[in-house]
């Protein structure tokens, strides 16, 4: 009956670990998406172009990448309690210190902030599944994290043009960037009693074998969830950060009417992340290998976003934003199988930093095709050129994926490291 209890109450902690990694990764794509939906009012009081807006997205981007590898190595060397509260923290100051901004240069300051704690944040939570989460619990968890950026994407659009509209764009900023300091006050009373499941993670800190790059480098199983990071990553990117603007161009939406297809667009997406957590355990239940009940899903997926660029041809905002929402649905879902990949594979004491490395390469594509759309639109482009990225971005990285690891083998069997 005892064991039963202790059972029951470790459930428990992790049920909470999880709400609170959930509702970080909202807060954390409030915080960022706030300059992409006041791109009309900033625009218009800063006389920005196009390129200079691409310009702040890149700084962003650039800023993550630099500071991701560090990332990993930080979250790896001082654990997720800590790193996760500091990084939350100064997150948050960095997206309240939009509000006093004048210039672009010190805008520029603001994202870079912005961007290296934020970039905290995958490594972390993806890290804390691996922890302390069962296998079968690993990849719903990672569901709902993924479903989390949705909800706040889908919540911003309808809350910030409101308040900026009513009380000022200074004011969106400070708003969101204080909900940072309200989650912090709930993160350390609450996971101070997690327990690892692999015993490798509960050594101290620094009993742990330290990171070796060189042997990283050499892992098919890194290469496998870089390359694929590469791949997808700017798709989300591009998204997230030029779709007001592809509503107000195309559509001619102004500033109070941009929420609602953005609101559906996040909507399809936070389905497809909470969906695809669920997918992965029936697989398994079903009898599914690993390597299938990863794959199979994912190739479903890729598909799904093979229309995304009928949303330039689309007759309403509405149908452009339901292609959009696809895309976005399956984009989840291809992410979730991605992340749950790298924390089957990937060891426990070093998938932080597989993790951030990843995300190094996605932060690198995604300044790519923002620069790009700057330029695409300014010169007279349109919106093409990115959309059938886009389209052909989830097929490559499966094949990438289908050639670095053929057979998936879980990080503990046996020649799993060689993978």
């Given at each position: 009956?005892?064991?039963n209890d202790r059972?029951a109450a470790?459930?428990?902690i992790?049920?909470?670990?999880?709400a609170l990694?959930?509702f970080?990764a909202?807060?954390?794509?409030?915080d960022?998406?706030?300059?992409?939906?006041?791109?009309p009012?900033l625009q218009t009081?800063?006389?920005?172009?196009n390129?200079?807006?691409?310009?702040?997205?890149?700084?962003?981007?650039?800023a993550a990448?630099?500071a991701?590898?560090f990332?990993?190595?930080?979250?790896?060397r001082?654990?997720v309690?800590?790193?996760?509260?500091?990084?939350?923290?100064v997150?948050?100051?960095?997206?309240?210190?939009?509000a006093?901004?004048s210039s672009?240069?010190q805008f520029?300051?603001?994202?870079?902030v912005l961007?290296?704690?934020?970039?905290?944040h995958?490594?972390a939570?993806?890290?804390?599944?691996?922890?302390?989460l069962?296998l079968?619990?690993r990849?719903l968890?990672?569901?709902?994290?993924?479903?989390?950026?949705n909800?706040?994407?889908?919540?911003?659009p309808?809350?910030?043009?409101?308040?900026?509209l009513?009380f000022?764009?200074?004011?969106?900023?400070?708003?969101?960037?204080?909900?940072?300091f309200?989650?912090?006050?709930f993160?350390w009373?609450?996971?101070?009693?997690?327990?690892?499941?692999q015993?490798?993670?509960?050594?101290p800190a620094?009993?742990?074998?330290?990171?070796r790059?060189?042997s990283?480098?050499?892992?098919r199983?890194t290469?496998?969830f870089?390359?694929?990071k590469?791949l997808?990553?700017?798709?989300w990117?591009f998204?997230l950060?030029?779709t007001?603007?592809f509503f107000?161009?195309?559509?001619?939406?102004?500033?109070?009417?941009?929420g609602?297809p953005i609101?559906?667009?996040?909507?399809?997406a936070?389905?497809?992340?909470?969906?695809?957590?669920?997918?992965?355990?029936?697989?398994l239940?079903?009898?599914?290998?690993?390597d299938?009940?990863?794959?199979?899903?994912?190739?479903v997926?890729?598909?799904l976003?093979?229309?995304?660029?009928?949303?330039?041809?689309?007759g309403?905002?509405?149908?452009?934003?339901l292609?959009?929402?696809?895309?976005?649905?399956?984009?989840q879902?291809?992410m979730?199988n991605?992340f749950?990949?790298?924390?089957?594979v990937?060891?426990p004491?070093v998938?932080?930093?597989?993790?951030?490395?990843g995300?190094v390469?996605?932060?690198?594509?995604g300044t790519a095709?923002?620069e790009l759309?700057?330029w695409?639109?300014?010169n007279g482009?349109?919106y093409?050129?990115?959309?059938?990225i886009c389209?052909?971005?989830y097929?490559l990285?499966?094949?990438?994926?289908?050639?670095?690891?053929p057979?998936l083998?879980l990080?503990?069997?046996?020649?799993?490291?060689?993978?």
């Amino acid at each position: 009956m005892e064991t039963n209890d202790r059972a029951a109450a470790a459930r428990r902690i992790r049920r909470v670990l999880v709400a609170l990694i959930f509702f970080a990764a909202a807060l954390n794509y409030v915080d960022r998406q706030v300059l992409a939906l006041l791109k009309p009012i900033l625009q218009t009081e800063f006389s920005w172009d196009n390129q200079d807006f691409a310009h702040l997205g890149s700084v962003f981007q650039l800023a993550a990448a630099i500071a991701l590898p560090f990332v990993g190595w930080f979250v790896d060397r001082i654990g997720v309690r800590w790193g996760y509260m500091i990084a939350v923290g100064v997150w948050s100051l960095a997206g309240m210190a939009h509000a006093f901004a004048s210039s672009m240069q010190q805008f520029v300051a603001a994202r870079a902030v912005l961007a290296v704690a934020e970039s905290v944040h995958t490594p972390a939570a993806v890290k804390s599944m691996a922890t302390y989460l069962p296998l079968k619990e690993r990849s719903l968890g990672i569901g709902l994290m993924n479903t989390a950026p949705n909800v706040g994407a889908v919540l911003t659009p309808l809350l910030i043009p409101p308040i900026a509209l009513a009380f000022g764009w200074k004011s969106a900023f400070i708003v969101t960037g204080a909900l940072g300091f309200i989650w912090m006050l709930f993160w350390w009373p609450s996971v101070r009693r997690l327990k690892p499941v692999q015993s490798e993670s509960a050594q101290p800190a620094a009993l742990r074998v330290p990171v070796r790059w060189s042997s990283l480098f050499r892992q098919r199983t890194t290469w496998a969830f870089v390359g694929a990071k590469l791949l997808v990553d700017q798709v989300w990117w591009f998204i997230l950060f030029w779709t007001p603007d592809f509503f107000h161009r195309v559509f001619g939406m102004g500033q109070a009417d941009l929420g609602k297809p953005i609101a559906i667009v996040y909507s399809m997406a936070a389905i497809g992340a909470l969906s695809s957590g669920m997918i992965f355990p029936r697989l398994l239940d079903r009898g599914y290998a690993v390597d299938r009940a990863r794959k199979v899903p994912m190739l479903v997926y890729a598909l799904l976003i093979l229309p995304i660029p009928l949303a330039i041809t689309a007759g309403s905002p509405w149908t452009a934003a339901l292609i959009i929402g696809l895309a976005l649905f399956a984009h989840q879902g291809f992410m979730t199988n991605l992340f749950g990949l790298a924390a089957d594979v990937v060891p426990p004491s070093v998938v932080a930093t597989v993790i951030a490395l990843g995300a190094v390469a996605g932060n690198l594509s995604g300044t790519a095709i923002i620069e790009l759309a700057g330029w695409s639109l300014e010169n007279g482009h349109g919106y093409w050129p990115m959309f059938a990225i886009c389209a052909s971005a989830y097929l490559l990285a499966l094949a990438w994926i289908q050639l670095m690891l053929p057979r998936l083998r879980l990080a503990d069997e046996p020649g799993a490291a060689a993978a």
